[in-house]
């Protein structure tokens, strides 16, 4: 092969890696796989080795990440935020071990200690702390620039604003992971293909009340510059940033040799599926500080880690068909049915095509060949076609311009935000006028932290509606349970629990009822802003003069795109008729204004184990309605650890550990004065 040759395919994938790379950190959208990135990468590299007259300033070598947007104003970076090396073998890691002992010139029998620590597919930031209190945080940029988001930063819970620990240093850059745990991201899915680009596209808002919105976390995991650090190894450091009110990951572990790391690793990709956030690999660290220092850096990469990425779970199938699903905002979403799989031991049946343009992008076509690639928890979704294989009589797919539920126009929406058209197309009817956005309607309406009614599930509503036994929330109240006691599954004895559950929730509480109607953009704590705001349910059902809708964006995390929905949903008939008849039939409560000095002020709990009688949800409500405060992990902030049914015992140790006050249901409620 010629030099000009070889210079050719170089550049075309240096262009192809900088397009990736301005998508992913500039657009806050992954347009390849992280497999694939890695792999493209790796080739770039690889020919530099190969071919010594192959150079350019923009090689992977020699970059991390992108440019800073000119949205926020650049800050150097005191010390250079590094990318890591890749290892996808034990033969990766045995050589990455080799050339340590080589470096350091060290019997390779020396058993070297790391720090292994999964690594979270989120965004990188570094928080600027001076004598203890947040001053500056930044983006990772391009590794020596970043982008100034302090401000938004700011509105993470999880981030410790001042520090008062007498062995703090005097300035430290502690760096970590912003990300977006998965059961927060469901509630977010039709804004974002996946929980990175929800936790960048957050996090990059020009307006922190914006992100404040957002449920984004972050996870502490090391330093940059510092003065004043009293500290050896890296897992001594971890539970000092544990000390001083950082969230570290809680798999992070200590190993000596390969063979233990593959165990370690085995372990982890096992667990993948079962945890609450994304994570791509596991970073291991040379555990010993001195050791790092005298490894010190080979180009952008420290010499003393390693990135040990998962295996892709991928494999081929043919697309049968494409479906458009409608949920309950309206949004179209287009679904593969695929010939079924096996992808990491699950069969698979159905793959994602998040949107339209997607599908126009990969044109993607019924009957192609397609790569499926099922990642954790992350939905099916195909990741490329094989275009050689394609059907001579193959067509274009067509998005449907009309709801292909009630033909009503589908619409793409501007939004004002990001100043673009939305990628989402949505059904325009408004109310219970298309039947499949009816059905998702009812779903949320019975859901856990709607009504929650006991033993009346997703199957049971689209059985129901079938059957024509209900078609409003209010039909709930008024089944007709003598045709009901007929139906094969069904016998007196079930129908009677089913009479038990739904006339228990007869009686709700106003902030519930707001949710369950699901008004768009109304998640949970907007309703109990609302509820707060209205105190009562006929004060919200008479919403309507054109100064009652102005007088809602005075309430402190209600915007215009909130206000604007609830206006659309007053302005149908069929949704004031909705309210009008579950007045008729419901108990509900006003909504009591939070105490300052209830019975659990300054207390703090959480709960473990499934409840008798009571929802998650509804016990938080009874904890803030007596001032006290609801926490997500086990720490020295917890108070109470409260045990339902099937707890998780590890939660249980790690309270009876720091000496945390583990109760039951009963005890709870005997707190309260209340009766289990």
């Not at 104003?73 to 010390?79: A, E, G, L, R, T």
């Not at 939004?415 to 009816?438: F, L, P, Q």
């Not at 949800?617 to 409260?642: F, P, R």
Request: proline content about 3%.
């Amino acid at each position: 092969m010629d030099k000009k040759l070889i210079k050719k395919k170089y550049n075309e994938k240096l262009e192809l890696l900088k397009k990736y790379n301005r998508k992913y950190y500039n657009d806050n959208i992954s347009v390849v796989t992280d497999a694939d990135y890695d792999i493209l990468k790796k080739d770039i590299i690889d020919s530099e080795k190969k071919f010594n007259f192959l150079k350019s300033k923009d090689s992977p070598s020699n970059l991390v990440g992108f440019k800073p947007s000119k949205i926020f104003k650049k800050v150097s970076h005191k010390v250079p935020m590094l990318s890591l090396s890749n290892a996808f073998s034990e033969d990766d890691l045995i050589n990455f071990e080799k050339k340590i002992t080589n470096f350091l010139s060290i019997n390779q029998k020396f058993e070297i200690q790391y720090s292994a620590e999964p690594k979270i597919d989120g965004i990188s930031a570094s928080l600027i702390y001076r004598r203890g209190k947040l001053f500056k945080g930044l983006s990772r940029g391009d590794g020596k620039e970043g982008e100034d988001i302090t401000e938004n930063l700011l509105t993470i819970n999880d981030i410790p604003k001042i520090i008062l620990s007498k062995d703090f240093p005097k300035e430290i850059d502690i760096r970590g992971e912003v990300f977006i745990q998965n059961s927060d991201f469901e509630k977010l899915s039709e804004k974002f293909a996946n929980p990175r680009n929800a936790a960048s596209g957050s996090l990059r808002q020009k307006d922190p009340e914006q992100t404040k919105k957002i449920p984004l976390k972050f996870i502490a995991y090391t330093f940059g510059y510092e003065k004043g650090l009293i500290v050896n190894n890296q897992s001594d450091f971890l539970k000092k940033l544990n000390e001083w009110g950082f969230k570290t990951n809680p798999l992070n572990t200590l190993n000596s040799g390969v063979k233990n790391l593959m165990k370690n690793y085995q372990e982890i990709e096992k667990k993948r599926a079962d945890l609450d956030f994304d994570i791509d690999g596991i970073v291991y660290k040379v555990n010993d500080f001195a050791m790092q220092k005298r490894l010190g850096n080979v180009a952008n990469a420290p010499r003393w880690a390693i990135a040990h990425k998962f295996s892709s779970n991928k494999a081929i199938s043919q697309i049968l068909d494409i479906e458009i699903q409608v949920g309950r905002t309206g949004a179209l979403t287009p679904v593969a049915k695929i010939k079924p799989i096996n992808i990491g031991g699950v069969v698979v049946s159905n793959a994602t095509l998040h949107n339209e343009d997607e599908i126009n992008r990969k044109d993607i076509r019924i009957g192609d060949t397609a790569v499926i690639e099922r990642a954790g928890d992350v939905i099916p979704h195909i990741l490329s076609i094989d275009i050689k294989k394609r059907l001579k009589n193959s067509k274009k797919f067509i998005f449907p311009e009309n709801c292909p539920s009630c033909g009503s126009k589908t619409i793409k929406e501007f939004n004002k935000i990001t100043k673009k058209v939305d990628a989402v197309r949505r059904c325009s009817s408004e109310g219970y006028y298309c039947d499949k956005i009816s059905i998702e309607k009812l779903k949320h309406f019975v859901s856990k932290e709607a009504f929650n009614i006991d033993g009346f599930g997703k199957k049971i509503v689209e059985n129901f509606w079938k059957l024509q036994f209900i078609k409003y929330p209010q039909d709930i109240f008024k089944l007709d349970y003598s045709k009901i006691e007929k139906l094969d599954g069904w016998g007196q004895l079930s129908v009677k629990n089913l009479i038990y559950s739904i006339n228990q929730k007869k009686n709700i509480s106003l902030e519930r009822l707001i949710y369950s109607l699901g008004i768009r953009h109304i998640g949970l704590e907007n309703a109990k802003l609302l509820s707060k705001h209205f105190t009562s349910f006929s004060k919200f059902k008479n919403l309507s003069v054109q100064s009652d809708y102005e007088d809602l964006l005075n309430i402190d995390g209600i915007g215009e795109t909130q206000v604007n929905s609830i206006k659309s949903f007053f302005s149908n008939k069929t949704n004031i008729k909705v309210l009008n008849e579950l007045e008729k039939v419901l108990v509900v409560k006003n909504a009591i204004q939070n105490s300052e000095d209830g019975l659990l002020k300054n207390k703090t709990f959480l709960v473990t184990g499934k409840l008798n009688g009571i929802s998650r949800a509804e016990l938080k409500s009874l904890i803030e309605e007596n001032s006290g405060k609801t926490v997500s992990s086990v720490s020295k902030k917890l108070n109470y650890l409260i045990i339902g049914d099937k707890p998780t015992k590890k939660k249980i140790d790690n309270a009876k550990k720091l000496k945390i006050n583990v109760i039951d249901q009963a005890e709870f409620m005997r707190m309260l004065n209340k009766t289990s």
